[in-house]
């Protein structure tokens, strides 16, 4: 009897549907973006593909989300307030890590397609991106410092949400477009596609899409690290040049 | 025309850096000012990094005094020994202004000394010149001429030196002192100090109107290459392709500055540059009296 029963316990758990494997395919416009001395933003185009062995799952519909992170560093966010009359910076507080720039495009409305568990485990939301340790014992708000750093850097496009931005067909091919804007800083930007079911991440993809200055201003950028002296001097000569120049030019034009 | 920058990491428009240049040139030639105090909150505004604003004005101003002072030369409205002596103090003065503001960031709060520094200055400054190039203007068209001060007590120290083109003969004494002052608020206030400076010679030191915008321009060159050799070799914030769209500007505007500056009358030249510190020192008072519709700031850790 007992034998019976294990092998219908084997039958019943082969029977059930196994956790379907879905993998990224992933193309980008551009793996590497030059900043040039007319570098002016740049178009990141993402475009994918959900390969499978299987058929499509039944259940929650397909979603996909696209991150592209820039260098993270810590930053200082200063509060003004009132004090004898003035508005002076009192509060200061320092954010472990924030990126300088960081986008995410969803295939939905961001509440639909990731849930807070899932976030929590794989930063995805802007305030998730940041990392933010401990606020001194003074500070009761610390999280109104991390919000107005969100606002600013916002209002500037260097933080973006960017919600219904990703198209996906048949639950197969999707694609999405993300700004990077003009100022830009140099380093990997860390590209990370989510494949959700239900708000649970099912499948991820990361890749890093290089950003550097190249030509004239990688030139000017490492003399002016690695021979600062030479590059103070060069910097004096131009100007003096220039001043010599106009007043040349100037007193050619009067006579 | 978007151009992208090395150093501050934006991208900006060229021509409007040209124009920004032009204008604070023309403001520099004609009154012996080298415009850091008005450019450097522009840069802010369209979005350069404080740092490099900082130090790249100081660039930019060694272009447009180079180019307004060859343009005094040649009219003879420079007091090189003057400048010399003033330049010999200011250097002092800049050197402890530096140890003063070291001093003052350790016990923090710099940002709101400087803010203070500026308006409490240009305010008193901008004031009292403004009073009294008024009175002098009243005169001027009511026939009588403003009695000019013989003797005080300036004339009685010794290590009496002869300044031949300011006309005055003097103790070198007051104006190392004026040199020293300066620097110490010049490097306290990360300026180069003319709208400190010709106030001081005008008032202080009795120096004819005229001589005194050259003068000035010549021991700013000075102060600034110093300041821009510092910031380029200490915290590598000069960015060279902004320095050069500003000064192309500057040099021209300079020399159109002193041309206008020629054709006015001293009265005018001082009533127009108090009116000028004035809106400025207003605009700073504004901002420490009013809210600002953003309270947070964001910095680089480690900066100020």
Redesign the interface.
């Known amino acids: 009897m007992g034998k019976l029963w294990s092998i219908l316990l084997v039958t019943l758990l082969l029977a059930l549907p196994v956790r379907a494997e879905e993998d990224i395919v992933l193309g980008l416009s551009q793996a590497e973006v030059s900043?040039?001395?007319?570098?002016?933003?740049s178009e990141i185009l993402i475009f994918g593909a959900v390969k499978r062995e299987t058929r499509i799952p039944d259940g929650p519909p397909l979603q996909v989300i696209a991150t592209i992170a820039g260098p993270s560093?810590?930053?200082?966010?200063?509060?003004?307030?009132?004090k004898l009359?003035?508005?002076?910076?009192t509060d200061t507080i320092?954010i472990d890590r924030a990126p300088s720039f960081y986008a995410v495009a969803t295939s939905g409305p961001f509440k639909e397609v990731l849930n807070d568990i899932e976030d929590l485990r794989y930063r995805i939301s802007i305030p998730r991106a940041i990392r933010s340790v401990g606020a001194p014992m003074n500070i009761k708000d610390a999280p109104s410092?991390t919000n107005?750093?969100i606002?600013?850097?916002s209002r500037?496009d260097q933080f973006q949400l960017l919600e219904n931005a990703v198209t996906i067909d048949e639950q197969t091919l999707f694609r999405a477009a993300i700004n990077l804007p003009?100022?830009?800083?140099?380093g990997d930007y860390t590209t990370r596609i989510f494949l959700t079911r239900g708000g649970k991440v099912v499948a991820q993809y990361e890749t890093a899409i290089d950003v550097r200055?190249v030509g004239?201003?990688?030139w000017?950028?490492n003399m002016?690290?690695q021979q600062?002296?030479l590059?103070?001097?060069?910097?004096?000569a131009?100007?003096?040049a220039?001043?010599?120049?106009?007043?040349a030019a100037?007193?050619v034009f009067r006579r | 025309m978007q151009i992208y920058l090395p150093i501050a990491e934006v991208s900006v428009n060229a021509f409007l850096l040209l124009g920004l240049g032009g204008l604070v040139g023309i403001l520099s030639g004609m009154f012996g000012v080298g415009g850091g105090f008005l450019m450097t909150p522009l840069l802010f505004f369209i979005g350069i990094p404080p740092a490099v604003a900082v130090a790249t004005e100081a660039n930019q101003i060694v272009a447009s005094s180079f180019s307004g002072v060859l343009a005094h030369l040649k009219r003879k409205t420079v007091d090189l020994r003057m400048g010399t002596v003033l330049l010999i103090g200011g250097l002092i003065g800049a050197a402890l202004g530096v140890m003063v503001f070291n001093y003052l960031k350790s016990l923090g709060q710099v940002d709101l000394l400087v803010k203070l520094c500026y308006v409490i200055f240009l305010g008193v400054i901008g004031g009292l010149m403004f009073i009294e190039s008024l009175k002098a203007i009243r005169q001027s068209k009511s026939g009588k001429r403003a009695p000019r001060k013989k003797h005080n007590w300036i004339h009685g120290l010794p290590f009496k030196m002869r300044f031949r083109v300011s006309g005055l003969y003097i103790s070198v004494i007051p104006p190392l002192i004026v040199g020293v002052l300066v620097g110490i608020l010049a490097a306290i206030m990360g300026v180069g100090g003319g709208f400190i400076m010709v106030p001081a010679m005008i008032y202080l030191l009795g120096m004819p109107t005229k001589v005194v915008v050259g003068t000035s321009l010549f021991q700013i060159i000075f102060v600034t290459a110093f300041t821009t050799m510092l910031h380029a070799t200490t915290n590598y914030t000069v960015d060279i392709v902004l320095a050069v769209l500003l000064l192309v500007g500057g040099v021209v505007g300079a020399q159109i500055g002193t041309r206008i500056g020629v054709k006015m009358k001293a009265e005018q030249l001082r009533i127009l540059l108090a009116i000028m510190v004035l809106v400025v020192c207003g605009k700073l008072a504004t901002e420490l009296l009013f809210q600002p519709s953003e309270l947070y700031s964001i910095g680089a850790v480690g900066g100020h």
């Open positions: 900043i040039t001395t007319n570098f002016d933003g560093t810590a930053v200082n966010v200063r509060r003004k307030e009132k009359g003035i508005w002076v910076n320092i410092f107005a750093l606002r600013i850097r500037s003009a100022a830009l800083t140099e200055k004239l201003e990688r000017l950028f002016s690290r600062s002296f590059y103070g001097l060069m910097s004096l131009i100007a003096i220039a001043g010599w120049g106009a007043s100037f007193s």
